[in-house]
């Protein structure tokens, strides 16, 4: 990551609003490099006039692009395609470069993009709904039609992947699509609306605001954004769900996350390496990261190779940054808190830094705490960071009961060699992603992502078929074109 080309000044991150990149007229904000760190861009945050306007452009773009076929508008979406395969190494050193993850974790998230993508893609020939003749001579028929301008609000942590959830699948069913990123990543969206320009987006049919929350709150109120979709914090996403929801509006807005492993005496110790992938991968700082190990009975031996990985891992390398110093903070005073309240410190990641040009960026390594205990801090608040709190459980049932106790519901995996427990898992788990010895158990597409109770408001999924029905509306034609022969109850 030493390598990574960093800009000569910083990057000066722009609006797209009609076809045009434009400056925002709202306050200053710097983006630093949590590689680095040092500052590797700014922008302005757009003001409500500045989405006044920008709205107002993607609002005229709206009926041209409406009435282009799905199969013209997938025409976009495959030469999109064709842009991000031949410049993954250049995004993904920028996402690198704004969000501290390893290059490696930065293609990976291109890739499952592109997956999302892929699935948009195929909209042109699984999508044709449905008619039949429904009584002789009447024909009923479904179709599927966009809503207008959408609002989506993603989150630091993946700055290409999480908005590419929704920018295909939103555009090819053909609403006009505005993107607030992070204002801690910005710059990916210069490159990724660089991509679609070239395409051949029509102007205004694709927008960023750049901004933070007076910019999101300035979408959620506009009159003309019909849906918003968020993915960030609980808290934050709780809030834009009631701000929507309050003015009549659809939203689905996923939240944070506390998943759990648990891990049974009989796990095959070969697959243990996905445990500390999963606790280790992006720095802890994702939806779907291990934040605690239920461990049943005797899982010592696991326990030890899981602790053996998390040790080998080297800054900078295996494993990225943190995104600010004020989170390396919050994360060092949240395993003192842990150590206080009772855990064991099996591996320390405290006041580790990575070496080289890397030595002025936001580091912690890899922590394991033992013994936790189940109610505290490290139990049961999300921390994103590479902190794994494990709990000692005498069975399944007290397992089970302690990951239903938790407020969120994104992921729970099972590390088992024993079928039944597995199902009991995948029934009795409170959490919308199971996996069976699978740290992150991510759904591939066609398979849908979404968690359930405080990792989720609003109904469907974020990707796959479900979201189909939240970026566009169904309108059922019921058709007669000739006088029936006979009668029935519907004359
Ligand atoms: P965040 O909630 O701080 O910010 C997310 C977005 O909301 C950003 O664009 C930000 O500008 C905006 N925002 C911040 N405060 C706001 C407010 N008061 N009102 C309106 N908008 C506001 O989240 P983050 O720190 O960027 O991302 C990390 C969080 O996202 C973690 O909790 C993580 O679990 C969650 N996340 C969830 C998923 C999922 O699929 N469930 C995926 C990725 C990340």
Not at 284 to 306: N, P, S
């Amino acid at each position: 990551m030493e390598d990574i080309q960093r800009p000569s000044e910083p990057v000066n991150c722009k609006n797209f609003a009609g076809g045009d990149w434009l400056s925002q007229s709202g306050k200053n904000i710097d983006v630093y490099s949590p590689l680095f760190g040092d500052k590797i861009g700014n922008f302005k945050s757009s003001t409500s006039d500045d989405v006044e306007k920008l709205v107002a452009k993607a609002s005229q773009a709206y009926p041209l692009w409406r009435d282009t076929p799905l199969k013209e508008r997938t025409q976009i979406m495959f030469r999109f395609r064709e842009i991000l395969i031949r410049d993954m190494d250049k995004i993904s050193s920028i996402v690198s470069l704004e969000n501290g993850k390893t290059v490696a974790e930065s293609k990976a998230g291109i890739l499952k993009g592109i997956e999302v993508l892929e699935f948009a893609l195929s909209l042109q020939n699984l999508d044709s709904m449905g008619t039949m003749e429904v009584s002789r001579g009447v024909q009923c028929e479904y179709r599927r039609e966009p809503l207008g301008v959408v609002a989506s609000i993603t989150p630091f942590n993946f700055p290409a992947m999480v908005p590419m959830w929704t920018i295909p699948i939103a555009l090819t069913v053909g609403n006009c699509y505005v993107w607030k990123p992070s204002e801690k990543t910005p710059l990916t969206s210069q490159y990724l609306g660089k991509a679609l320009e070239e395409a051949g987006i029509p102007k205004g049919v694709f927008s960023i605001a750049q901004g933070d929350r007076e910019t999101v709150e300035a979408l959620i109120d506009h009159k003309d954004v019909k849906a918003i979709s968020f993915v960030g914090s609980t808290k934050v996403a709780k809030a834009v769900y009631q701000r929507a929801t309050n003015l009549g509006k659809r939203c689905l807005a996923l939240g944070g996350a506390k998943n759990h492993i648990i891990l049974m005496p009989d796990a095959d110790i070969n697959l243990c390496y996905g445990i500390s992938d999963s606790f280790t991968g992006c720095a802890g700082q994702r939806c779907m990261a291990a934040a605690v190990v239920l461990a049943v009975g005797d899982v010592d031996k696991q326990i030890e190779e899981i602790k053996k990985r998390a040790n080998s891992m080297v800054l900078g390398k295996d494993m990225g940054a943190i995104i600010t110093k004020e989170q390396v903070d919050f994360l060092q005073g949240a395993i003192d808190q842990a150590v206080k309240d009772g855990a064991t410190l099996l591996v320390d990641g405290r006041n580790q830094t990575a070496d080289g040009n890397l030595k002025q960026g936001y580091w912690i390594g890899p922590t394991i705490l033992d013994n936790v205990k189940p109610g505290s801090q490290a139990a049961t608040h999300e921390l994103f960071g590479p902190v794994l709190a494990i709990i000692r459980c005498k069975n399944l049932s007290e397992a089970l009961e302690i990951e239903n106790s938790i407020d969120y519901g994104n992921a729970c995996s099972v590390f088992t060699q024993n079928g039944a427990v597995a199902e009991r898992v995948a029934r009795e788990a409170r959490a919308g992603m199971i996996g069976v010895n699978i740290g992150v158990p991510v759904p591939r597409e066609p398979f849908s992502f979404g968690g359930i109770n405080d990792s989720k408001f609003g109904h469907g999924d974020i990707t796959g078929a479900h979201s189909l029905d939240f970026w566009s509306n169904i309108k059922k034609v019921t058709k007669k074109w000739e006088l029936q022969k006979d009668t029935n109850w519907m004359g």
